[in-house]
């Protein structure tokens, strides 16, 4: 949810445009596609259905915190030390004036474009665990729910080069090979806190999946009942 150097590609997506490419591709195929599955829209007219050319200046995604936010945030961590992790909340970390900002995020996030990204934070100012809780308290402010990362129930995992093992080096949270486009598993909302960039890559691009789904529906409707089954496997 923070970062200090840019990180963030809102388009043109590569995910959206190999999507409106399948849409030409599969155009004279069309009579041999299935329809879409009982239930499902033909089309998703919403705020989340973007691109990424609707979005030309930083500001309108990027929120970057003032002085004042940041001494908020750091009495807020005074304010919640001693306790357990587990148990932050908008009631244990109190950001009475950043909180109202942050609503708007949350309603953007939940009822409007669906993303959103905060700058400002130094990590090299904090432990790792102070930065840790700071992180907690922040997105508690835009989501009160956890959901497990991995079959172990983890709900915070670390994205870090490791190659200390041959399973480690292969998975995309550890290995610095790039990875195809993929939908994060743990929950209706997925958060990144940065507290270093990488030396080469590390970009991080997002794609609305309300405009996949669109596209989709459009070209390829037998390929959403697929998409749609909830047993999809962890990473």
């Given amino acids: 949810m923070a970062s ?68 908020e945030i750091e009495n807020a961590l005074w304010c919640f030390k001693g306790l357990d992790g587990d148990f932050i909340s908008r009631d244990n970390f109190p950001l009475p004036n950043l909180g109202l900002q ?40 835009i989501a009160n729910r956890h959901g497990r990362q991995d079959r172990k129930g983890n709900m915070l995992v670390h994205i870090v080069a490791d190659n200390s093992s041959k399973l480690k080096a292969g998975h995309h949270r550890h290995s610095t090979t790039s990875i195809t486009f993929h939908n994060e598993e743990a929950g209706d909302i997925i958060s990144w806190f940065t507290r270093s960039a990488a030396a080469v890559g590390g970009k991080c691009i997002i794609a609305s999946a309300y405009t996949i789904y669109n596209v989709l529906a459009e070209s390829r409707p037998d390929l959403i009942d697929t998409l749609a089954r909830c047993d999809w496997p962890f990473a």
């Fill in 4 to 71: 200090l150097k840019p990180g963030l590609e809102i388009g043109p997506s590569l995910a959206v445009s190999a999507a409106f490419a399948a849409t030409d591709y599969m155009a004279h195929f069309a009579d041999a596609l299935a329809g879409l599955p009982e239930g499902f829209p033909e089309a998703l007219d919403e705020p989340m259905a973007w691109t990424g050319t609707q979005f030309t200046q930083p500001s309108d995604y990027v929120y970057t915190l003032s002085n004042s936010d940041l001494q």
């Fill in 102 to 141: 942050l609503n708007k995020i949350c309603r953007d996030v939940h009822h409007g474009k669906g993303f959103g990204l905060i700058r400002g934070l130094n990590p090299q100012k904090y432990s790792t665990e102070d930065l840790a809780l700071l992180y907690l308290g922040i997105q508690s402010y």
